[in-house]
């Protein structure tokens, strides 16, 4: 690599792109009553402006996995800068539902694109210990999550809008594009820049699995932290400092997420991920009062390794698949929780009105149907038990193909 090329700069870069991605996450989710309230929108209306946004991002992921290989990761990176500011000033002057729905596909877009850029970028340039790197990166999503989160909260106790909280993701927005503009950007070295081998390797069963298992580890993440406000707005608690707390917990998990892979290696990772996963949820949809707390560390502890350990695994037992692989896979990860969230809302929806046939007040009838949707939450990750353990139990077969790391 040349000399004149700074890794420390370009991740760091990374870093903060990183982090406006998981405040687009923490805000929205914050500011989502706000949202039904101003233009008269349901749960599943809402689902539908939730699932826009991760619905740009297996787009973006696609299309930049195919061009990692030609437009290499500066030019990507370009491409997210000028659809997050697209997107962040189409819903500051948002009109209506179908202008949420637009803006919150160029955020999504603009996610992925990051995270098409990044993660083939890391991994190429820290060969030796990618899935350790890899962690030490999307630290910065749940850190961000932490900032949006905390920032959104502030915001509104100071009665300031939804307008504002996301204007207020422009300032590292245009941080990450100047960093980008103004940093030189090395060539891949260290993956397969073929795009031809990276398409025939994608039919390798093995990433046909984990591309079926990425699917379940987001809506894993994704579901309970994407509605928490809705789920536990009249639970006692407060939404987003449990939000805070969650992923303050899972970026200190994954920044020092070598020693734990190294020990059990990624697929150990995986399965114990899924197992506390399962409890947590389950555990929060019966829990009453500061006891969701409870779940909610529980919860963090299990989701915090799911994503970069996914996107290291096929970076590190599926080299072939270079960039494309990588992006693919969090692609359906998104792709995914796309198709889940206004189902999500839906549930949401439908134990509502039940409750509410049934005599229950408003707010009582909401935290029931809050509970309800977290409880069928619980099978996402109890389908990861079983498909991981199978993984595990093939593990000594898989480590012969691994990339080795240092």
Not at 319 to 334: C, E, F, I, Q, W
Request: glycine share 10%; aromatic share 12%.
């Amino acid at each position: 690599m040349d000399n004149s090329i700074s890794k420390n700069k370009l991740f760091v870069a990374s870093c903060i792109s990183l982090i406006v991605t998981a405040m687009t996450f923490a805000i929205r989710a914050g500011i989502l009553t706000d949202l039904g309230v101003q233009f008269d929108l349901n749960d599943t209306q809402l689902g539908y402006i939730n699932s826009l946004a991760f619905l740009g991002f297996p787009v973006a992921t696609v299309f930049g996995g195919l061009l990692y290989n030609v437009l290499g990761a500066r030019k990507l990176m370009i491409l997210a800068f000028a659809s997050h500011i697209i997107g962040l000033v189409m819903t500051i002057y948002a009109g209506g539902f179908v202008t949420l729905l637009v803006s919150s596909f160029f955020i999504g877009f603009a996610n992925g694109s990051v995270e098409a850029a990044c993660n083939p970028l890391i991994a190429d340039m820290y060969t030796k210990n990618r899935t350790e790197m890899l962690n030490k990166f999307h630290v910065w999503f749940p850190g961000g999550i932490v900032i949006g989160a905390i920032t959104s909260k502030v915001m509104s106790d100071f009665g300031l809008g939804w307008e504002s909280q996301i204007a207020i993701m422009l300032i590292p927005t245009l941080i990450y594009g100047y960093l980008f503009f103004k940093e030189e950007v090395p060539e891949s070295e260290h993956i397969e820049t073929n795009t031809a081998t990276n398409i025939q390797s994608l039919l390798n069963p093995l990433f046909l699995f984990i591309a079926g298992c990425m699917t379940l580890t987001a809506i894993s993440e994704f579901g309970p932290q994407q509605w928490i406000e809705r789920i536990l707005g009249n639970s006692g608690v407060s939404p987003m400092l449990v939000l805070a707390m969650v992923t303050g917990i899972m970026a200190l998990g994954r920044y020092f997420a070598g020693p734990i892979i190294h020990k059990l290696n990624p697929i150990g990772v995986l399965l114990m991920s899924a197992i506390l996963t399962t409890i947590a949820v389950y555990y929060m949809s019966i829990a009453e009062g500061s006891m969701i707390y409870f779940g909610a560390i529980l919860f963090a502890f299990g989701v915090c390794y799911f994503w970069p350990t996914m996107i290291g695994f096929v970076s590190e037992y599926l080299p072939k698949t270079g960039a494309l692989g990588m992006s693919l896979v969090g692609g359906v990860g998104m792709l995914s929780s796309s198709i889940w969230q206004p189902i999500i809302g839906s549930w949401l929806d439908t134990e509502k009105e039940i409750a509410l046939s049934s005599g229950a007040a408003q707010e009582v009838a909401e935290l029931i149907a809050g509970k309800a949707a977290l409880g069928n939450m619980a099978y996402f990750p109890m389908a990861l038990i079983f498909l991981f353990g199978f993984l595990f139990f093939m593990r000594n077969k898989l480590e012969k193909n691994r990339i080795p790391q240092s």
